[in-house]
């Protein structure tokens, strides 16, 4: 009981700790907590759990009332309710003080939340000023702690009920019904909470949060057990959120979903970087929910950072998203537990996001195996990725409803794996071009070609590579070992290309021209963006660094979190140059990128064409984006007599360039940087040939397979 606590009359942060050794044991022992406070977040509930655990397993009840400003994952769950929807006044103080807050709620903190409004052992309010403006706020901190014995404790002071709160420097002053002195000041503490909560308060309007947000939030759950007891009485089945698009769809997305609907929901959308395949197919989602009344929907994504970025992503559209991983504990338990859940109607949809290489996992299969297919929807993210033969076991059979995503869905020299990808997933049933984003979804830009040719000795290692590799080329289509051989000897000869000496000094010669256009223009140049070889980042980014631009190297070993910190420091300007090597190709969004240097690329298309779409997303103040690109070509005096390996170096850069060029503002000026040197050589045709054209005319071998 409350009287058998020795509680203090004043607490503050200083000395002591105000969660644990106040408000916990004060929710322990009592039967009601009603609580005013200027504001709160469900990650309160975290810090207080083992009160509150005692509070409802005893039969108790939670009462909170509090100025509309919340956390955005605590707000999802309540912004449709009916009040605010009718009343212009709630919603305008509800929508200001929600703007661009984060989502920071975790899983378990939200389930302990959702089941406690199903079950109704908590309830909220929400004070709103009833003045026409709306400027004032409710910031009151009271409660009132009452036991079965009828005993009071109130507490007033600083502390708001949020993780934050209990980061300030705060105080309470506490007040027990059961000391003479301290009576009146429960009294009153307790009568004008009460009144609020009543809604005779004349300063604030006290709004019921209603019936349709409490099913979104008691569907924020994400386990199928109460993390507590009840006090013997039954409880109804909780209802689970509905799955919604809550923005406006383009119209080619719109017509992507429906091809894809169209296509007894199988297919593959072929859409450009930047043009939001990740909503298009959310959205496709959430309409088969709509007209099934119930989906399991499996995410497969490629890279551990888009895990997260997934997730996010899924819960914007209702769902609650289990993440799989390596990273992730015992993800299999929370999956084979909402299954369980889904299969019994408890709830109408699940979310499992994972990334490919835990999907292909036999425990991933076991898994997801509880699952009826007729209810099962996977997207596959990045779906080219899915074609590799260690991947391939990700494709989960029991799965209905397929949906694929790349801009490159074909893999690049790799006829079964990609036979593999649309057997499973269907054929392309949409495509939306980078030309058509162009201007709309993406900035235009320049393509400036920088022509660079090989040394004597880089050509003559380049002839030599070229010869091993014919004579082993019949070999290697029947013997493995010979294989990889000839594969280990094109990966050599490619790093003879992106590796060329001449482009360092090039690059530096372009970017003391650029620094010297912006001095003289008074501006600071940002936003620049280098693609260089493996092994080769230290040298260009200590050659760039002695211009006296802000560099930073943005390689693997690069964490995460710094990851992150350098991507903003970019986008601010802070940092003015990232230095990569390959690691901004999929899945990481730069479109603080102004100006990009590509002194290295294979012969993939998937490369590049995905480094080029992640240099044209939009971003503020940013009208344009201009791409370099180090092209190899034989010297002038070489022209002339242009040998084997010159002819095949061409070959090999001109499906980029002339994939570049094409959709360039600057198209027939790019061309024009190298007609010249085609036309002599005999090769003009190579302007009009783009990757996949030259990969289905190819004959034999002779190809750097360098993905």
């Given amino acids: 009981m409350l009287k058998d606590l020795d509680l203090c009359p004043v607490y503050d942060s200083e000395s002591h700790d105000l969660i644990r050794e106040v408000q916990v044991p004060l929710l322990s022992q009592a039967q009601e907590y009603l609580r005013g406070v200027g504001f709160f977040s469900s990650g309160w509930l975290r810090l207080v759990s083992q009160g509150v655990v005692a509070l409802v397993e005893a039969g108790g009840k939670v009462r909170i009332i509090a100025s509309p400003v919340f956390e955005a994952g605590d707000w999802e769950a309540l912004q449709t309710g009916c009040e605010a929807n009718s009343d212009a006044a709630l919603w305008e103080v509800l929508r200001r003080n929600i703007d661009d807050l984060a989502i920071s709620l975790e899983s378990d903190t939200r389930n302990a939340l959702a089941w406690m409004v199903a079950d109704g052992v908590l309830e909220f309010r929400v004070a709103v000023p009833r003045d026409a403006d709306g400027k004032s706020i409710y910031h009151d901190k009271v409660a009132i702690y009452l036991d079965r014995n009828g005993d009071k404790v109130a507490t007033h002071g600083s502390l708001n009920d949020s993780v934050q709160g209990s980061l300030n420097g705060e105080a309470l002053s506490v007040f027990k019904s059961w000391e003479p002195g301290q009576t009146e000041y429960v009294r009153l503490h307790h009568n004008r909470l009460e009144a609020l909560w009543l809604n005779k308060n004349k300063q604030f309007r006290a709004y019921e949060i209603p019936d349709a947000v409490l099913s979104d939030l008691i569907s924020l759950r994400c386990t199928a057990e109460r993390p507590y007891k009840l006090p013997n009485r039954l409880t109804g089945m909780p209802r689970s959120l509905m799955p ?101 109607g408890v709830i109408s949809n699940i979310c499992i996001v994972s990334v490919h290489h835990t999907a292909s996992t036999p425990r991933f299969a076991s898994a997801v195996s509880g699952l009826c297919p007729a209810d099962v929807m996977l997207i ?266 010159d002819i095949g170096i061409l070959k090999r850069e001109m499906p980029r360039f002339a994939e570049f060029s094409s959709s360039a503002s600057n198209e027939y000026e790019a061309r024009a940087e190298l007609r010249g040197i085609l036309d002599r050589v005999g090769m003009l045709h190579l302007l009009d040939e783009r990757p996949w054209d030259v990969y289905h005319s190819l004959k034999g071998w002779d190809w750097d397979e360098d993905e």
Avoid at 282 to 306: D, F, M, N, T
Avoid at 434 to 439: D, H, R, T, V, W
Avoid at 617 to 635: G, Q, T
């Fill in 244 to 344: 919604r698009c809550n923005i406006q769809l383009r119209d080619y997305q719109e017509t992507a979903i429906e091809r894809w609907m169209d296509a007894g929901c199988r297919g593959v959308l072929e859409m450009a970087t930047g043009t939001g395949k990740t909503v298009t197919s959310l959205a496709a989602a959430a309409r088969v929910h709509k007209e099934h009344g119930r989906l399991a929907l499996i995410v497969l994504v490629p890279y551990l950072h888009l895990l997260d970025q997934w997730a996010e992503d899924c819960a914007k559209f209702g769902f609650s998203p289990i993440h799989c991983s390596g990273n992730h504990g015992r993800w299999d338990m929370k999956v084979r537990s909402a299954i369980k859940d889904f299969n019994l």
């Fill in 380 to 645: 596959g993210d990045e779906v080219h990725g899915l074609g590799a033969p260690n991947l391939r076991a990700a494709l989960v059979d029991g799965a209905e409803m397929r949906l694929g995503l790349s801009a490159t869905p074909r893999r690049w020299f790799d006829e079964e794996g990609t036979a593999a990808i649309y057997t499973y997933f269907g054929k392309t049933c949409y495509e939306y071009s980078l030309e058509e984003a162009i201007g709309t979804f993406l900035v235009p830009y320049e393509y400036l070609p920088i022509l660079v040719s090989l040394t004597d000795a880089d050509l003559e290692e380049y002839e030599s590579l070229t010869q091993q590799i014919m004579s082993i080329s019949e070999k290697a289509k029947e013997d493995r070992e010979a294989e990889k051989l000839m594969k280990m000897l094109m990966l050599q000869r490619a790093r003879i290309v992106y590796s060329a000496e001449a482009k360092l000094p090039k690059l530096i010669n372009q970017i003391q021209s650029m620094i010297h256009e912006h001095t003289e223009m008074d501006e600071e140049p940002k936003g620049i963006l280098i693609y260089c070889a493996p092994g080769k980042h230290k040298e260009v980014l200590k050659a760039v660094s002695a211009t006296g631009l802000r560099c930073h190297e943005f390689v693997h070993s690069v964490s995460l979190n710094e990851r992150r910190r350098l991507l903003q420091q970019f986008d601010t300007g802070e940092i003015q140059v990232l230095v990569a090597v390959r690691c901004l190709d999929e899945g990481v969004d730069v479109p603080s990128t102004r100006m990009a240097y590509i002194m290295a690329s294979s012969t993939n298309p998937r490369e590049f064409v995905q480094r080029r779409g992640r240099i044209l997303r939009l971003a503020s103040d940013k009208e344009k984006a201009i791409i370099y690109d180090f092209i190899v070509v034989p010297p002038d005096e070489r022209i002339a007599y242009c040998t084997e390996a």
